[in-house]
């Protein structure tokens, strides 16, 4: 029978040999994976969304694939480790309502995850616009038509381009300072004829009025477009392309690096248009979202109200 100052003497050694191994056990044992995927559940057609993957467990090759193309995704540090973002939406000419398959894939502890998410993409009216240009931006001369289909390939190779580093961060800085004088989606009829939906947003911007970039990224492409006018791509990685239009000046070339709110020229009246401003087009992954709600949000707002979803405990 052990006495009582045995007993004592037992209990306190046990207690130092706690408090002694009980940290460097917790510090040697492994991280919980905790990976998880946030999307929304339901969202606007021609409405830009973000989803997350995160988790405290390092991973690689991260991507997620929608409406048939695959976004290469950055890896960055976050609030639980580490976390990779899309800027993803869907282009009204081209979506109908329903529900479409979000995938998520990437590589953690030497296996390959693949999360399958369902995205209900519900149907948003967006107006009618009636507007009145020259004629031969309605039926182009057949001269032009070599030199209109060349400009179309340059300008889907340019929203083709997915490179990993994200260079977006939203809010994103406004191109130029004025009111939108055209908002996205507008159904267009060009001198009573239909032409299509309006892809971007118009801001209202005089010749010359300095035109800012919103986020930072390379130059991909410039030109003096039929259509477009004299214009910019820029490439802000995970697939976000930036388009400005009817530009009177150019200042920047393929393979510039831009900062958000950098000088890239001056607005104009050049292309096909009713009096001058600018254009701003938004591509995520090919597809064009209405940029002007995201003008006044945040990556942390547009997560709001998402769903999260654990895939590894
Ligand atoms: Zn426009």
Known sequence: MPSKLGKFILNVCLRIILLIILPGLLCVTPVHAATSVTFPESWDIGQAFVVALSSHTPFTEPSVTWQNRVVSLDVEPGREGYVSYALLGSY?????????????????????????????????????????????????????????????????????????????????????????????????VYNGVPGGYHGGTDFRAAVGAPVRSPFAGTVILTGDHYYAGKSVYLDSGNGVISLFFHMSEIGVKKGDFIEKGQLIGKSGATGRITGPHLHYGLSLAGQYVDAAPLFETSVTALLKGMKTEIVRP
């Not at 995850?113 to 004629?135: G, I, M, Q, S, W």
């Open 92 to 188: 009204v000419r081209d979506v109908r309502a329903g529900n479409y398959p979000l995938v998520f894939d990437f590589i953690q502890d030497d296996h390959h995850f693949r999360v399958k998410c369902t995205v209900n993409l519900k149907a948003k009216k967006y107006p009618e616009e009636h507007l009145k240009v020259a004629d031969k931006m309605v039926n182009p001369p057949a001269a032009e038509a070599a030199r209109i289909k060349k400009e179309a390939q340059l300008a889907a190779a340019a929203r083709r381009t997915m490179t990993v580093k994200r260079r977006w961060t939203t809010p994103p800085a406004r191109p130029v300072p004025g009111i939108f004088t055209s908002r996205y989606g507008f159904r267009r």
